[in-house]
């Protein structure tokens, strides 16, 4: 079975700072995608980032970025410039296909890192 | 406009009651999700749909059923509530593609007394 790791319970940066969240997975797929979401206290579950397996170059997204090192199963969140609208409870999940033949994907959450912007 | 919506958005009840939370989206997706968010944030697969076929079905006890009548629907049922059933329920979807990814409505808040 797959898991997530997040080790990082809790977290909290400073405005305008950066703030890197680790995550770490257990797979023996070679096929698979990973992703961070966040849950802000509205408790909406927001996509913030995904990568591919197959792809070496690490995902950006504006102040966004990942640090993935396939060979060691890691899969960081590097935010930059910290607002205080990033205040949210961060997941890491992963993404594998289940079954074969159809679109069968089922995507494993890590337990979460609840990140504390200050202002 | 919402992509993917769930009903109603809270929801109190007595134990032993049963209970259905709706969700639709329309966003074309082919396959949808049921996750349980616990008290300490943990979310967890329940079960998932693919063009109305059952595909993933976690350990989840029989009281949950889930239906899903159509590719935009898929309606989670709940028989004879216990209190560890309090959580928030997503709801979520997505297509096909591998990179795709999942979709998530607003959650329901349920809390059985």
């Known amino acids: 079975a797959q898991t997530v790791t997040q080790s990082q319970p809790e977290m909290s940066v400073q405005e305008a700072e950066t703030v890197t969240l680790s995550c770490t997975y257990d797979t023996s797929e070679n096929n698979y995608y990973l992703f961070w979401y966040k849950q802000p206290p509205s408790r909406q579950m927001i996509l913030v980032i995904r990568q591919e397996a197959y792809k070496q170059q690490n995902a950006t997204e504006n102040r966004f970025s990942v640090n993935f090192q396939k060979a060691a199963k890691s899969f960081s969140l590097k935010i930059s410039d910290s607002q205080l609208g990033d205040t949210a409870m961060y997941f890491c999940?992963?993404?594998?296909?289940?079954?074969?033949?159809?679109?069968?994907?089922?995507?494993?959450f890590g337990k979460g890192t609840l990140l504390t912007v200050n202002p | 406009d919402t992509a993917v919506s769930q009903t109603p958005k809270y929801l109190v009840t007595q134990m032993g009651n049963d209970k259905s939370i709706k969700c639709e989206q329309n966003l074309g997706h082919d396959t949808m999700y049921w996750y349980k968010q616990d008290s300490k944030k943990f979310l967890k697969i329940m079960f998932s749909?693919?063009?109305?076929?059952?595909?993933i079905n976690e350990t989840v006890p029989n009281r949950f059923s889930p239906k899903s009548p159509d590719k935009a629907h898929l309606n989670l049922h709940i028989n004879s509530l216990e209190l560890g059933d309090s959580a928030v329920y997503f709801c979520?979807?997505?297509?096909?593609?591998?990179?795709?990814?999942?979709?998530f409505g607003n959650g329901t808040r349920l809390t059985v007394t």
């Open positions: 999940a992963f993404m594998k296909h289940v079954y074969s033949g159809g679109s069968n994907y089922k995507l494993t």
């Open positions: 979520a979807s997505r297509i096909g593609a591998g990179n795709s990814p999942l979709h």
């Open positions: 749909y693919n063009n109305k076929e059952l595909i």
